[in-house]
Each structure stands twice: as C-alpha cells, then as structure tokens.
C-alpha cells in the first residue's frame, strides 16, 4: 500500500480480521508450550494467571482514558469516547444488544479467534483468552464485572455478557495473587445486568 490510498471498510475488517487471527494464534502457542512444558494444571494456571494480567493492563487503560474524559468509571462509560479498547469491525461479524426477561446482554456474533481457535481443535484453551472480559472489566472498576452467559469455544451459536456487580469475596479473590478467580466468568440466571 502506497499510504495515500485509504480503505474502504471491508478492507479495513479484513486487515482487523487477520490480526485478530495472529493474536489467536499467539495465544495458542504460549496456551500449548505452557501446558507442554508446565504440565496440564500448572499450564492452565500459567495461562489464567497471564489473561489476568492481560485484562487488568486493558481495563486499567480504559480506567485511565475515562477518566481523562472527566467521567466516573462505571458501566455505562466504559467504552466511551476515547476509551473504547475493541475495534467494531473485523474482530467479529456483528454485535447487538438484546433484552430478554428483563435482562440485558450485549451478544457478539463471528467470532474471529474463536474460529481459529476451532479451526485448530483447541476450543479449550481459547476460551481460556476470554477470561481477559471478566478481567479486564474488574480492573476498570473491581465492583463490576463482564461475564459470560454462552461463548462460541464454549460450543454456544454466539457470545453473549452480562455486566453485573461483584461480590466483596469476588473482589478478593481477583486481588489475590493466589486465589482461583475464573469462577467470576458467570452470570446468574436471576442476576440483572447493570
């Protein structure tokens, strides 16, 4: 590219898609030596332990960039302006928000990594990568969360969230450099988003 052409939207996703497809890749890779090299167990903790640091480093960014905005970092600022983390075309194929019951989630369809994910029979270990949602939402403020309600490695048609509060021993145990805190990564059937 010439750098004085620009692109059109299509091509713009189709240049997101494929790096999204090498940070899939790049996940796979260090999710399989860890678990080759650590053993299972110490391999996936390795590997939980990494997306947490991953998503607390994406969602004190957002934190930081709504806060230069003059907003308070709650749910419905997350994202706003200057501190939206994803990009909106290429990642997946669409996005909407759906209220079901009373409840509100934000559905995501196409997902890029989850189809390289699938395209390498390692549904697993990606979904691993998708604990970085919980992780990162606790990191911009840890009295929320984003949590899985279905998750295409998962098998689901579709990802779907809700963004609910926390819980004080969540909290602590997402603080905690010990403390299993992939439980967080769920969302009650009676829970509410906010």
Same mark, same amino acid.
């Given at each position: 590219?010439?750098?004085?052409?620009?692109?059109?939207?299509?091509?713009?996703?189709?240049?997101?898609?494929?790096?999204?497809?090498?940070?899939?890749?790049?996940?796979?890779?260090?999710? #399989? &030596?860890?678990? !080759?090299?650590? @053993?299972?167990?110490?391999?996936?903790?390795?590997?939980?332990? /990494?997306?947490?640091?991953? $998503?607390?480093?994406?969602?004190?960014?957002?934190?930081?960039?709504?806060?230069?905005?003059?907003?308070?970092?709650?749910?419905?600022?997350?994202?706003?302006?200057?501190?939206?983390?994803?990009?909106?075309?290429?990642?997946?194929?669409?996005?909407?928000?759906?209220?079901?019951?009373? #409840? &509100?989630?934000? !559905?995501?369809? @196409?997902?890029?990594?989850?189809?390289?994910?699938?395209?390498? /029979?390692?549904?697993?270990? $990606?979904?691993?990568?998708?604990?970085?949602?919980?992780?990162?939402?606790?990191?911009?403020?840890?009295?929320?969360?984003?949590?899985?309600?279905?998750?295409?490695?998962?098998?689901?048609?579709?990802?779907?969230?809700?963004?609910?509060?926390?819980?004080?021993?969540?909290?602590?145990?997402?603080?905690?450099?010990?403390?299993?805190?992939?439980?967080?990564?769920?969302?009650?059937?009676?829970?509410?988003?906010?």
């Amino acid at each position: 590219m010439d750098g004085k052409r620009k692109l059109t939207v299509d091509e713009a996703a189709h240049e997101v898609k494929l790096a999204s497809r090498r940070i899939a890749l790049l996940h796979l890779a260090f999710a #399989r &030596t860890a678990i !080759r090299r650590l @053993g299972e167990e110490a391999g996936r903790l390795l590997i939980t332990d /990494a997306i947490k640091a991953y $998503g607390t480093m994406i969602g004190k960014e957002v934190r930081r960039a709504v806060l230069r905005q003059g907003l308070e970092p709650i749910p419905a600022n997350y994202g706003v302006g200057e501190s939206r983390s994803l990009p909106n075309i290429g990642m997946h194929t669409g996005s909407e928000t759906v209220t079901e019951h009373g #409840r &509100t989630r934000l !559905r995501a369809y @196409g997902c890029t990594m989850a189809d390289v994910w699938e395209e390498h /029979a390692s549904e697993d270990l $990606g979904r691993l990568y998708c604990l970085v949602d919980p992780a990162k939402y606790m990191a911009y403020n840890p009295a929320y969360t984003m949590s899985h309600t279905k998750a295409v490695p998962s098998g689901d048609p579709y990802c779907e969230f809700c963004i609910r509060k926390t819980s004080p021993q969540e909290q602590a145990d997402f603080a905690s450099e010990a403390a299993d805190w992939t439980y967080i990564d769920h969302c009650p059937e009676e829970e509410t988003s906010v």
